[in-house]
């Protein structure tokens, strides 16, 4: 019932999808009974229903306009079902208006039956649209906000990994530079000056590293504030592209739908009990048809799909006559009117399973890449490079240039300043490579990877990052915040999430992530993490675990 209610209140209920769904049922099943039961008489019917939905159409075009501009769900909701009423209750004087004009002839059946079967056909074949193409809206929206947001960390884990290259080779280069520098020092006159110009040499190198990585984060920063402030809210409807693969209906989806879209005719035509064996009867052809398509007619196999519902067809046409024999031309609507719907029903679905099989995969894609990012620092060899050259490198600088000061070196001084010098280089070089994030700052380095992405702002205790050396306990939170860094980009485009985290009475870690967004009826099952609850809270969606932690 909520999956209906959204799909009603949703703002996206009539489309061009209804339209054409709306103009097929009103021209080819639904019409109006013009001078009799045989063929002629169905085309006139056929040709005053096209014409009187024309005229509703043109009245619900204000009601489509308007369910879009509406804010408030309900609002909406009430909007859509009235406009079904309405249109229902007056579509059978639209069509003896036209009938009357056209042919001189007024539509037979009751006025009541008429109506009631127009509400139920609209409202079920409708509804069904209405779910099938919002959800598949919305699996799209998330879908391509996804892989926007994969593109933008994909993006930035590449300008690290450049910035993290460059400064490698220049950290190569400079250290190279260094090497000769020394050497032409001690081949000539050594006293405090040039060593000191040495020592410049080197602070100069580390300098040139640090505002290499500087300037790589002032830009990050500044882009991400320029993505952040040009984003904007996600479409509110697009439009399903059909895979035009045709998947087996959901049970009991097509011919008892059809039935039942027919029993307040069958009713009025035969009583009560007809109806509800007309119903009986459609499921028992949905079962074996079901049933066939989903062993013979898997895709791509459209010309056995068809040939099954269009003998299911055959079947319903069967079982109208036999309830209702003088039923005429109309007996045979079913044979075209069970696969039409079979073939609408099965493409709608292979679109939704589609677009959620890619949201799916564009969930999972951006979850890898920034986890990938956040396990690993490739500025950590830089950063370790400035560190050493600060420190040994100079070091070994000062308590040279000390010596030095008063006196010429000894051979020996010269050498041990040689060999300080040296191994504080190789070292530089030897570390270059990228390394693992240690556990206790996993959690920063995640929510740094995805700052392209999100905006995070965290409320972390210290008592928890405390427990975070615990690499399981570490592997757990990031997990956690992951999915739950997902489903801020796959609910909302507002790109923005809170983190906090905080220890418990009993020890455990509470972690909350919330984000803006709506949740779907039924939350699914994420990423994975076990444990974890997803709910709505006001305008955010929030995901809350409880970890326990190890002792201190």
């Known amino acids: 019932m909520t999956t209906w209610w959204n799909a009603v209140s949703g703002g996206a209920f009539y489309t061009r999808w ?14 109006p009974s013009v001078g009799g039961a045989g ?137 190279a530079a260094l090497r000769r520098s020394r050497e032409r020092m001690l081949a000539g006159p050594i006293d405090f000056d040039v060593v000191r110009t040495f020592s410049e040499d080197v602070r100069g190198l580390s300098h040139r590293i640090d505002r290499l990585l500087r300037e790589h984060d002032a830009e990050r920063d500044d882009e991400r504030d320029d993505e952040m402030s040009e984003a904007g809210p996600a479409s509110h409807e697009r439009g399903p592209g059909l895979s035009m693969r045709l998947v087996a209906p959901p049970w009991f989806s097509v011919a008892p739908l059809y039935a039942l879209a027919c029993f307040p005719y069958a009713v009025a035509a035969g009583g009560v009990g007809v109806g509800l064996a007309g119903i009986a009867g459609g499921v028992v052809v949905d079962v074996i048809a079901g049933g066939a398509v989903r062993r013979w007619a898997r895709p791509p196999r459209p010309v056995v799909f068809l040939l099954v519902w269009i003998a299911a067809g055959c079947a319903m046409s069967v079982v109208t006559y036999l309830f209702l024999p003088r039923i005429g031309v109309l007996g045979l609507v079913p044979v075209l009117a069970v696969p039409v719907v079979a073939v609408l029903v099965g493409l709608c679905r ?50 040279f240039a000390a ?80 999915e739950a860094l997902v489903n801020a980009v796959k609910h909302s485009g507002a790109r923005r999430a809170r983190v906090v985290a905080r220890v418990t009475g009993s020890g455990s870690l509470l972690l909350r992530v919330s984000s803006p967004g709506r949740l779907g009826p039924v939350p699914g099952r994420g990423l994975g993490t076990v444990g974890r609850r997803v709910y709505q809270d006001g305008d955010d969606v929030v995901l809350e675990t409880v970890i326990t932690l190890p002792s201190l």
């Open 350 to 399: 292979d679109a939704l399973s589609r677009a959620r099989t890619d949201e799916r995969r564009a969930a999972a894609g951006l979850a890898e890449v920034a986890r990938e990012a956040a396990e690993i620092d490739e500025s950590a060899g830089p950063r370790r490079a400035i560190d050493v050259l600060h420190g040994r490198a100079q070091g070994a600088c000062v308590v």
């Open 39 to 175: 063929i002629e008489a169905y085309l006139r019917g056929a040709t005053v229903a096209v014409l009187g939905w024309s005229v509703l159409a043109a009245m619900v075009v204000p009601v489509a306009v308007a369910e879009r501009r509406l804010a408030s769900r309900p609002a909406r909701g009430v909007v859509v079902l009235a406009s079904l009423v309405v249109v229902a209750t007056i579509r059978p004087a639209v069509n003896d208006a036209i009938s009357s004009a056209l042919f001189g002839i007024v539509p037979s059946g009751p006025a009541s039956s008429r109506i009631a079967t127009n509400l139920v056909t609209a409202l079920a074949l409708l509804s069904i649209v209405a779910v099938i193409t919002s959800r598949h809206a919305a699996a799209r929206a998330a879908a391509e906000r996804l892989r926007a947001a994969l593109v933008r960390v994909e993006r930035a884990e590449a300008r690290r990994q450049h910035v993290a290259a460059e400064a490698r080779a220049a950290l190569v280069a400079g250290i």
């Open 403 to 482: 010596r030095v000061d008063e006196r010429a070196p000894t051979p020996d001084e010269v050498d041990d300043f040689r060999c300080r010098t040296e191994a504080a280089f190789e070292e530089i070089l030897e570390s270059g490579d990228p390394e693992r994030m240690p556990a206790s700052e996993s959690l920063d380095r995640l929510i740094e990877a995805w700052a392209p992405a999100v905006a995070v702002t965290q409320r972390i205790d210290d008592a928890v990052r405390l427990r975070l050396s615990d690499p399981d306990a570490a592997e757990r939170v990031v997990s956690v915040v992951t």
């Open 18 to 31: 209804s339209a054409a769904v709306s103009l097929l049922v009103a021209g080819v099943f639904s019409v």
